[in-house]
């Protein structure tokens, strides 16, 4: 409770508003406090009503270079003028690849903190929390609330990938076509990768053994929600097009690309294109994942240092198995001596 003027005291509601309430020990009070007290309500929700929006939305930047926008708060110039010089190398980069024109207009929104981004973005499974992008309308919003210290190679890891998701929206607008999520994934994630995948990860080669890959015709509109198989989801992805690209050379997504014509499926552009069908092709994929010794290669590639331990334990439980033997043996030859020695041992009659 707050003391407010000699008669009346003014209450804070859980809400936040303020109000009056009459003080019992003045009940007469006159309609000039009132009106006086009235004035300063007013006052206070007007500076709450334009306070508000101030704290939601903060002053915002720009910077604007080729048909690249940049929106970013005053606080994060540096990381601007980066994020606008990685976005121009990577749309330069991206288009060259996919043979596609190079002038592209994005937008890129900075965001420097977690609550504001999740608020942008919403529930999202995507794998790369640091970025988002809204591919039909050019626009990638990037938290740099996340990003490390020396992470520049994440933040363009991620700029890339959202870009070549820009890309690829700005063709589906043009051919009014919609391209399957694991293909827009599998680009994104071919053409954002600083560094290829670490040879070690041996999922898709176990997944393919255990007959435990997703079927692409099931991952044309969306992902699976659960972290473990949205994992497999991109990597299966980011695989099948760098196993397309080996196959079918270095520029084939490229055709692929080229061959869409207005509203047509990815299956007809990679008929017209490569001489074969997606299913046809995922099939040979996963052949080739599972390679010529199925069994074999499980245990290659499970034997990882857990096996050497386990193996370890074997060999060490069979020395003692050896070393107790040894021990026993010795244990009743004693036993066996003694016994001689007892037997030779003149017996006391008394
Ligand atoms: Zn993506």
Not at 122 to 129: A, K
Not at 261 to 264: L, S
């Given at each position: 409770m707050i003391g407010f003027s000699p008669n009346r005291v003014v209450r804070r509601r859980p809400d936040g508003w303020l109000y009056q309430l009459p003080d019992a020990n003045h009940k007469h009070s006159s309609y000039l406090v009132s009106l006086k007290a009235f004035s300063v309500i007013i006052r206070i929700l007007l500076l709450l009503l334009f306070a508000v929006p101030a704290y939601a939305a903060p002053q915002y930047e720009q910077m604007r270079e080729e048909g690249i926008l940049i929106l970013y708060p005053a606080a994060y110039q540096t990381q601007a003028r980066t994020s606008l010089k990685m976005l121009l190398d990577a749309r330069l980069e991206i288009t060259a690849r996919l043979r596609l024109p190079a002038s592209i207009p994005v937008s890129a929104e900075l965001v420097g903190d977690n609550n504001l981004f999740n608020e942008m973005v919403?529930?999202?499974?995507?794998?790369?929390?640091l970025g988002v992008a809204y591919s039909p309308n050019g626009r990638i919003v990037i938290n740099l609330a996340r990003l490390t210290p020396g992470g520049q190679s994440n933040l363009y890891e991620t700029l890339a990938h959202e870009m070549a998701h820009v890309t690829l929206g700005s063709l589906e607008k043009e051919k009014q076509l919609r391209l399957s999520r694991w293909f827009h994934e599998g680009v994104a994630c071919w053409l954002g990768r600083v560094l290829p995948d670490s040879p070690d990860d041996h999922r898709l080669e176990t997944a393919a053994i255990m007959n435990a890959l997703i079927p692409f015709y099931t991952l044309e509109k969306g992902f699976p929600p659960f972290q473990e198989q949205s994992q497999l989801a991109y990597l299966q992805s980011e695989n099948f097009i760098r196993f397309i690209l080996n196959r079918h050379g270095q520029d084939s997504i490229a055709r692929v690309l080229a061959a869409l014509?207005?509203?047509?499926s990815l299956d007809q552009g990679f008929m017209r294109a490569l001489g074969i069908d997606v299913f046809q092709e995922e099939a040979l994929w996963a052949e080739s994942l599972r390679g010529g010794h199925p069994f074999l290669k499980l245990v290659y590639n499970h034997f990882t240092i857990l096996t050497v331990g386990a193996l370890l334990t074997v060999i060490a439980f069979i020395g003692y198995r050896i070393k107790r033997r040894r021990i026993l043996d010795r244990f009743a030859r004693e036993e066996q001596l003694a016994a001689a020695m007892h037997w030779e041992e003149p017996v006391d009659e008394n």
């Open positions: 919403g529930n999202t499974s995507h794998l790369r929390i014509k207005t509203g047509e």
